[in-house]
Each structure stands twice: as C-alpha cells, then as structure tokens.
C-alpha cells in the first residue's frame, strides 16, 4: 500500500515537496553510484546545495532579451539591388552638377574674351635678390618639404597605430587627461586675455570630460579591448586602409569640380536662377561627400564582419569582395543613408544670420545631424552585413539600440575620444616636425623669412599628419562599430573566430553592463 503524500506539509523547493517517483516496471534497477532515471544530476554539495549559477555576461539577466537572434543571411549572393531609385537618383543628381558646370562654363567663355594680359615674356618676373632663391628652387624645396610632412605622417599614424595595439588602455587614459589639459590650457589662456566667456565654454568641457571619465572608468576594458581588437584586424587586412586613402582621389575631384562650378554659378547666375543652383550645390556637395565616406565604411565593416563571421573561411580577397558590395548591390542603400544626412547637413548651412531663431535653428539641425550619422555607422554596418535596405537596416539598429541602451554603446564615446587625440598627437608631431624641416629648406633666408617658413610647414604639416591620421582613425570607427554589431548579435560566434577576444569581450563587457542589466 503506498503511503499518502498528499497529507505531508508543502515546501516551498524541497526534497519532500512532490512524491518521489514511481518505479516504472520493466526498466532495470539505478547503478549505484549513478543518478536514477528521472532525475537530473544534482551539483556538488548534495541535493541540498544551492543551484551553480553560471553567468553569461553578454546575456544579461534573461538571454532571450538581450540576444537580437538575428538569422537573416550573411553576406547574401542575391545580387538584386537595394533601394535602386536612391541609386539612380544619385547619378541623376551627378549629371544634373555637370550641366550646371558646362552652362557656366558656356556662359563665362562668352563674357570674357580677351581680357588676358600677359608681359612682354610672357612669364612671370621675380626680383631676386642676393642670398634668395629663384622661384623655380623655392618651389622645387616647397614640394619636397610637403612630400616631408606627408611622409612624416604617415610613419607617425603607423607608430601610432602600433602603440594603440599594444598600449590601447594607457593611450585611452592618456586621451582622457590630455583632453581636460587641454580644456583647462585653452580656459586659462581665455581668462587671462579677457574673453571670459569662451574660457568659461572651455572649463566647463574639461569638468564634463573629468566627469564622463569617473563615470566611465569601469567601462573603459571592454573600449581598450575592441580597439586592440580593431587594430590587429588592420594589421592583418591593410588593403581597408588603402582604400581610405585611395578616397581622397575621388572627393578631391569632387571638391575641384563643386568649387569651379560654385564660382561661375555666382559670377555668371543671378536672381532666383543663382540662389537655387547655389542651394543645389551645397546639398549636392555634402550628399556625394557622405556617399563617399559611407561606401568607405560599409566597405571595412563588410571586412571586419567576415573576420568575424567566416573565419577560418574567409574569402581570398575580403576587402575587395566588399568593396564591390558597397558600388554595386548595396549601394542603393548608401545613397538613401547619405541623403538624409546631406539634407540635414544643407538645412544646417543655409541657417545663417546672427538673429536668436538662426542661432537655435543652427543648433537644432547640428545636434540632428551629429546623432544621425552616430546612427548611419551602426545602420551601415547592418547594411555591409546582410545586405539590407536602409530601412531594413535602420529598424535592426533601432532593435539594437532598444536591447541595449545607449548606455551600452557608450564605448563609442571612449573610443571616439581616443581616436580624436590620436589625429592631434600625430598632427602635433608632424607639424613640429615639420616647421624644423621648412627652416632647414630654406636656412639662406634671413631670420624673420625662416620663422615665416617655420610657421607654414608647421601649419601644414598639422594639416597633413592630422588628415592622414584621420583617414587611419575612421577605418578604427567603422571597426568598432561592426565589432560592436556582431558581438552583441552573435557573442558565441567570436568563441570559434578568436577564443582570446572572445574572453576579453565577456569578462569586461559583463562588467560594464552589470548594473544596466542587473546581472
């Protein structure tokens, strides 16, 4: 007769709390020293001991809430073209600043004829002077000193780049000090010449950044680890890079022929003919710049998200691969992604005027436009990865966000301002460098010709170290931000692609996250 369990007393957990379990016959007997059927293996401890907790920090509290479980294709051979009208719409928009041009052009040689006046030589003159230089060796040395700054650069982002993988935490600590030195710096030399004003501005941005730096002092691991990660990652695919600098060639051909046709649209145009092609101008000018920029980042991120995705499988010429990704397939969704920004970026030009409504128009649109292209790098990285629509990509982004809290991207903020002073310090060693070598080209001339020359290759030498610095620095940003995407989507993933990050990321990532998750 087996006895009545239903009269014992409820526990809340314990042994005694559900009948044991009936023996099924025709089953064998438990061995001894193994669990009978029907039970799950107890921990160490007896039955009594407390469950073993095993925390995943990239889960949070509840996996299923802070997994995206995104299983759309990756990297999709479907070769259809995404948001192709904002494509075509491009050209379009293309060909429309080349008319403009060819008219003014038109216009202009008509208008001007003969107005050229050359000398009897038809040459220039120049009066040299005893201990100068003829035109042609001050021009022949002014070349050489900027092939200099431009070569110093380069070996100074590339010393920089090895440092911030070696030394990624120090170098994070470093931008954080020398960013409120250089608040404190400029706000003291504000006070003492009289503008209180600006040196008030300039206190208060050193006192936020010492605030975000103890804020933030616990989140600053996991930032140094993706930057260590990045840095490896273009170590060992240099070709994203390349292709950075390789930009230059077309937004430089951009910007010569926006500034032609800018020129003899003013000299040539007027009336509401004027102002409208001006206003086209400037929207066309900062829609082709981003699209420019963006199919640079879609481009390192369709890089950095194969690592991530297909290692040990990856392709034989990855960046290429995403290269064409980014001009053919998805760049439909590049454009639509860029032109809401060119259209934020021309309204915010155009709020010009020293009146209160202009000044806080300006404001308005800046902040819009600097969370809009905050939002576009993560967009685009959804867009290098599955080959989405904007639209598409921009509702997984928001997803993302939604999961995760701004406050968990905040090591954009580290990084961002890591990769900042970066372009400085490699401006500053360039440029002082630089202003050395502009003395010694030109050590014929007398004291105060020197110390002009000192003070233009000083110029631009920071011009040129920090330029190439950036373009270093924005392969780091679109790193970041695709790590970032694929860490929080798929943190598993990484445990086969690199075992030690893989470590790094879920010891510092659990950290920072503990209170935003309650871990």
Same mark, same amino acid.
């Given at each position: 007769?087996?006895?009545?369990?239903?009269?014992?007393?409820?526990?809340?957990?314990?042994?005694?709390?559900?009948?044991?379990?009936?023996?099924?016959?025709?089953?064998?007997?438990?061995?001894?020293?193994?669990?009978?059927?029907?039970?799950?293996?107890?921990?160490?401890?007896?039955?009594?001991?407390?469950?073993?907790?095993?925390?995943?920090?990239?889960?949070?509290?509840?996996?299923?809430?802070?997994?995206?479980?995104?299983?759309?294709?990756?990297?999709?051979?479907?070769?259809?073209?995404?948001? #192709?009208?904002?494509?075509? !719409?491009?050209?379009?928009?293309?060909?429309?600043?080349? =008319? &403009?041009?060819? +008219? @003014?052009?038109?216009?202009?040689?008509?208008?001007?004829?003969?107005?050229?006046?050359?000398?009897?030589?038809?040459?220039?003159?120049?009066?040299?002077?005893?201990?100068?230089?003829?035109?042609?060796?001050?021009?022949?040395?002014?070349?050489?000193?900027?092939?200099?700054?431009?070569?110093?650069?380069?070996?100074?982002?590339?010393?920089?780049?090895?440092?911030?993988?070696?030394?990624?935490?120090?170098?994070?600590?470093?931008?954080?000090?020398?960013?409120?030195?250089?608040?404190?710096?400029?706000?003291?030399?504000?006070?003492?010449?009289?503008?209180?004003?600006?040196?008030?501005?300039?206190?208060?941005?050193?006192?936020?950044?010492? #605030?975000?730096?103890?804020? !933030?002092?616990?989140?600053?691991?996991?930032?140094?680890? =993706? &930057?260590?990660? +990045? @840095?490896?990652?273009?170590?060992?695919?240099?070709?994203?890079?390349?292709?950075?600098?390789?930009?230059?060639?077309?937004?430089?051909?951009?910007?010569?022929?926006?500034?032609?046709?800018?020129?003899?649209?003013?000299?040539?145009?007027?009336?509401?003919?004027?102002?409208?092609?001006?206003?086209?101008?400037?929207?066309?000018?900062?829609?082709?710049?981003?699209?420019?920029?963006?199919?640079?980042?879609?481009?390192?991120?369709?890089?950095?998200?194969?690592?991530?995705?297909?290692?040990?499988?990856?392709?034989?010429?990855?960046?290429?691969?995403?290269?064409?990704?980014?001009?053919?397939?998805?760049?439909?969704?590049?454009?639509?992604?860029?032109?809401?920004?060119?259209?934020?970026?021309?309204?915010?030009?155009?709020?010009?005027?020293?009146?209160?409504? @202009?000044?806080?128009?300006?404001?308005?649109?800046?902040?819009?436009?600097?969370?809009?292209?905050?939002?576009?790098?993560?967009?685009?990285?959804?867009?290098?990865?599955?080959?989405?629509?904007?639209?598409?990509?921009?509702?997984?982004?928001?997803?993302?966000?939604?999961?995760?809290?701004?406050?968990?991207?905040?090591?954009?903020?580290?990084?961002?301002?890591?990769?900042?002073?970066?372009?400085?310090?490699?401006?500053?060693?360039?440029?002082?460098?630089?202003?050395?070598?502009?003395?010694?080209?030109?050590?014929?001339?007398?004291?105060?010709?020197?110390?002009?020359?000192?003070?233009?290759?000083?110029?631009?030498?920071?011009?040129?170290?920090?330029?190439?610095?950036?373009?270093?620095?924005?392969?780091?940003?679109?790193?970041?931000?695709?790590?970032?995407?694929?860490?929080?989507?798929?943190?598993?993933?990484?445990?086969?692609?690199?075992?030690?990050?893989?470590?790094?990321?879920?010891?510092?990532?659990?950290?920072?996250?503990?209170?935003?998750?309650?871990?």
């Amino acid at each position: 007769m087996q006895p009545d369990y239903s009269k014992l007393p409820p526990q809340d957990g314990g042994y005694y709390a559900q009948p044991p379990p009936q023996a099924v016959y025709g089953q064998p007997p438990p061995v001894y020293g193994q669990p009978a059927q029907g039970y799950q293996q107890q921990p160490e401890g007896g039955y009594y001991a407390e469950p073993q907790q095993h925390t995943d920090y990239s889960l949070g509290k509840d996996p299923s809430a802070s997994l995206l479980h995104n299983t759309d294709e990756k990297f999709p051979t479907d070769k259809s073209y995404r948001d #192709l009208h904002f494509m075509i !719409a491009f050209y379009v928009h293309i060909a429309v600043v080349l =008319v &403009l041009f060819i +008219v @003014a052009f038109a216009k202009k040689a008509k208008s001007d004829g003969s107005n050229n006046v050359t000398d009897a030589n038809g040459s220039y003159s120049s009066e040299n002077g005893s201990g100068r230089l003829s035109i042609a060796d001050e021009q022949a040395r002014t070349i050489g000193g900027l092939v200099i700054c431009v070569v110093l650069g380069a070996v100074f982002t590339i010393g920089w780049t090895f440092l911030l993988r070696k030394y990624s935490s120090l170098i994070v600590y470093f931008s954080f000090i020398g960013g409120i030195a250089l608040y404190i710096i400029a706000a003291i030399i504000y006070f003492s010449t009289g503008v209180v004003f600006l040196g008030v501005v300039f206190l208060v941005m050193g006192l936020i950044n010492a #605030l975000i730096l103890f804020l !933030a002092r616990h989140k600053i691991e996991f930032a140094t680890h =993706v &930057l260590k990660c +990045v @840095a490896e990652l273009i170590d060992s695919y240099p070709a994203t890079v390349f292709l950075a600098f390789l930009s230059i060639i077309p937004m430089m051909l951009w910007q010569m022929l926006f500034v032609a046709t800018f020129i003899m649209c003013v000299a040539k145009f007027s009336g509401f003919m004027q102002g409208i092609s001006l206003v086209y101008l400037i929207f066309s000018y900062y829609w082709t710049c981003q699209v420019i920029k963006n199919c640079v980042h879609v481009t390192t991120a369709g890089v950095f998200a194969s690592w991530y995705f297909l290692s040990p499988n990856m392709p034989s010429s990855p960046t290429l691969e995403s290269f064409k990704r980014s001009v053919t397939t998805s760049f439909g969704s590049v454009c639509l992604g860029s032109l809401i920004v060119a259209l934020v970026k021309t309204m915010k030009a155009l709020s010009t005027g020293s009146n209160p409504c @202009a000044c806080v128009f300006r404001i308005i649109f800046a902040i819009v436009d600097r969370l809009l292209q905050y939002f576009n790098r993560y967009a685009f990285a959804q867009v290098a990865i599955y080959g989405k629509t904007f639209c598409q990509s921009a509702r997984a982004t928001w997803d993302m966000f939604a999961n995760y809290g701004f406050d968990a991207v905040i090591n954009d903020d580290i990084t961002g301002l890591v990769l900042n002073m970066s372009c400085v310090v490699c401006g500053l060693a360039t440029g002082s460098l630089g202003g050395v070598f502009g003395i010694a080209l030109f050590h014929e001339y007398s004291h105060e010709e020197k110390l002009g020359f000192f003070y233009v290759f000083a110029f631009l030498g920071f011009f040129i170290g920090f330029t190439i610095c950036l373009l270093t620095m924005e392969v780091f940003d679109s790193g970041v931000a695709t790590i970032f995407v694929c860490f929080v989507e798929q943190p598993e993933r990484l445990r086969e692609t690199s075992p030690h990050f893989y470590h790094k990321f879920q010891e510092s990532f659990g950290s920072r996250c503990g209170t935003l998750f309650n871990v």
